[in-house]
């Protein structure tokens, strides 16, 4: 779960970067079908930022149930280490 | 100031960089998670399609047909001449070269059609009997 939350971070950071960029890049060409289809990119880039921030949620919600408390890691009082009870 | 042709050519790149990025991840991430990415790397190779369909069109991205070199592997006739049309921004299906295969100019958009010589048969194939006929004399 940690590795799919940081793949979806990861993602969703390269395509905030595209959408920017599309968006930016459909103001300065000629052609307009060439902007047409940037615009359609910057929206579809877009869409898909939702989606992933909408599974992100919900993996943080179940990673938020699952994951131990600090005061769980640290163990009981004079026992070093942590424990992965949880 | 980038010109129209630039601008697509970096957002190629973009597009295979982030289509092989979901790959990759696609390939890495858990069962629930994959078809996301998966969805997600359709949608950018649709638009990959979509944006080279529009660079040919114009010219910025000619392609070479590969079975060229796939039917006739041994009797390719050009010297390597063949040259890509110039970036007008209309189509000129005249490559240069002494290429045996022509460029249709028909009004439907650019096709290519593989010349067969005269003789009826590709010289491909009597080249690799000639050469099975040596390596079976020698034997």
């Not at chain 1, 971070?9 to 047409?36: C, G, Y």
């Not at chain 2, 990415?37 to 910025?60: C, K, P, V, Y």
């Not at chain 2, 001449?81 to 000129?92: F, I, L």
């Amino acid at each position: 779960m940690l590795r799919d939350l940081d793949l979806i971070n990861h993602t969703a950071h390269e395509i905030q970067l595209l959408m920017n960029k599309a968006s930016f890049l459909a103001q300065q060409v000629q052609d307009p079908v060439v902007r047409h289809l940037l615009h359609d990119a910057a929206r579809m880039h877009q869409r898909h930022l939702a989606t992933l921030s909408t599974a992100r949620a919900q993996l943080q919600q179940q990673l938020g149930s699952t994951q131990p408390t600090l005061q769980q890691l640290a163990g009981p009082a004079g026992q070093s280490g942590a424990r992965w009870t949880q | 100031m980038l010109s129209d042709k630039d601008v697509c050519m970096d957002v190629v790149k973009d597009l295979k960089y982030i289509s092989f990025m979901e790959t990759v991840f696609a390939a890495e991430a858990s069962p629930d998670l994959k078809p996301l990415f998966l969805g997600q790397l359709r949608d950018h190779e649709d638009l990959h399609t979509q944006l080279l369909r529009l660079m040919e069109q114009r010219g910025w991205y000619p392609r070479v047909p590969g079975d060229w070199a796939f039917n006739e592997p041994y009797t390719l006739q050009g010297t390597g001449a063949w040259q890509a049309p110039q970036a007008s921004g209309t189509w000129q299906p005249t490559p240069t070269g002494a290429w045996q295969a022509q460029a249709s100019t028909s009004t439907t958009g650019p096709s290519w059609q593989a010349t067969q010589p005269a003789g009826g048969s590709w010289q491909t194939t009597s080249t690799l009997q000639a050469l099975q006929q040596n390596l079976r004399e020698s034997r």
